[in-house]
């Protein structure tokens, strides 16, 4: 069965630092986004991307965060220079249009 | 202000009973729901979805009743194992049109089966 991976699972850096989490969403899928779960909270959704363009973000997708598609099989979330409010699980998700979104496992980053 | 809402944080259940998990919504123009599971450590696991035109859907073990009028999601699971021991998510399928849609997710619910 087709599934969403990310890398790595467990990010640590110190506070100012640039992070890329890296993301392969499922191969025939259109649609990708990235949510983020701070402990003990909710998901929440940080940005969607389609036909290589961001087509909605929430107000937590500042300018330090962006997204990249630099190839046919990676989706990527930068954020330029880490906070320590930034400590979260971070989630990829895929879907093929307006359904079912296949999240990946998640990659756990600590900001120190 | 709009949000998706659940009205309790914890169920515990026995082994072979049935699980109710309830969600409000408060937007009346949302059109799709869905239901995550989400274990310790892992990304949400799609369950079921319901689109506004539909009252009940059926799946394996697991029915998704939406009321409109009071703006209610519910999700059932029979004969409830330990291994649907997790936190479960209803989620709103809120986009700004088109093709563009995000996911807003409720607080969750922790339900745990009692062997």
């Known amino acids: 069965e087709p599934e969403v991976t990310q890398t790595p699972s467990h990010q640590v850096t110190q506070m100012g630092q640039e992070v890329i989490l890296r993301c392969v969403p499922i191969?025939?899928?259109?649609?990708f986004y990235w949510y983020r779960q701070i402990l003990g909270q909710k998901v929440e959704f940080l940005v969607s991307?389609?036909?290589?363009?961001?087509?909605?973000k929430s107000e937590i997708f500042d300018d330090q965060f962006s997204v990249e598609r630099p190839d046919g099989s990676n989706f990527t979330l930068k954020i330029r220079s880490t906070k320590l409010e930034d400590s979260a699980m971070y989630f990829c998700?895929?879907?093929?249009?307006?359904?079912?979104?296949?999240f990946g496992p998640g990659t756990r980053l600590t900001v120190l | 202000g709009e949000s998706v809402g659940l009205h309790l944080p914890t169920l515990s259940v026995q082994e072979g009973d049935n699980s109710i998990i309830n969600c409000a919504y408060s937007n009346s123009a949302s059109d799709y729901f869905i239901w995550y599971k989400q274990e310790s450590g892992k990304g949400p696991q799609f369950i079921i979805d319901?689109?506004?035109?539909?009252d009940k859907r059926q799946g394996q073990r697991v029915t998704v009743l939406l009321n409109k009028t009071v703006k209610h999601l519910s999700l059932q699971i029979a004969a409830t194992q330990p291994g649907d021991s997790a936190v479960y998510f209803c989620a709103e399928n809120r986009g700004s049109g088109g093709s563009n849609y995000k996911l807003t997710f409720g607080k969750g619910t922790l339900l745990t089966v009692n062997p």
């Open positions: 191969s025939n899928h259109l649609y």
């Open positions: 319901i689109r506004s035109n539909m």
């Open positions: 991307f389609y036909n290589n363009e961001i087509s909605e």
């Open positions: 998700a895929s879907s093929w249009a307006s359904d079912e979104q296949f």
